[in-house]
């Protein structure tokens, strides 16, 4: 995703949780079409990493024009009994509230007419520039 758009013309951030290698390629594909990539390794679950993510972003890039997220976390399981609770919680923190925080946040920095895309497994959602505050 984050290669489509540079391809397009937008500089980039991405965030991510270790993936360092899968995270330094996708720059070097980004920095090929002679755009911009930031990188954030770290946990999106995590309210002061989702916040930094952010507020470094819209500095670094002048603001944002489209929040793309696109984050999930799976652990698959034989049955559904052997989920634990710390499990559940965790999935439901980077899949479902991970969304909502980062998309809070970056409300502020996009203008009328950008916006804010949710993308996983489980949903699709779209924020318009005209929903922010």
Known sequence: MAVAFAKEGADVAIAYLDEHDDATRTAALVE????????????????????????????????LDILVNNVAYQNPTEKFTDITDEQWRRTFAVNI??????TKAALEHIPDGGAALCVSTECFVTVTGSAAP
């Open 97 to 102: 509230d991970s969304f909502f925080r980062v």
């Open 32 to 63: 090929s079409t002679g755009r911009r990539c930031l990188r954030f390794p770290g946990d999106l679950a995590d309210a002061e990493q989702f916040q930094s993510v952010v507020t470094q972003t819209a500095a670094a890039l002048g603001g």
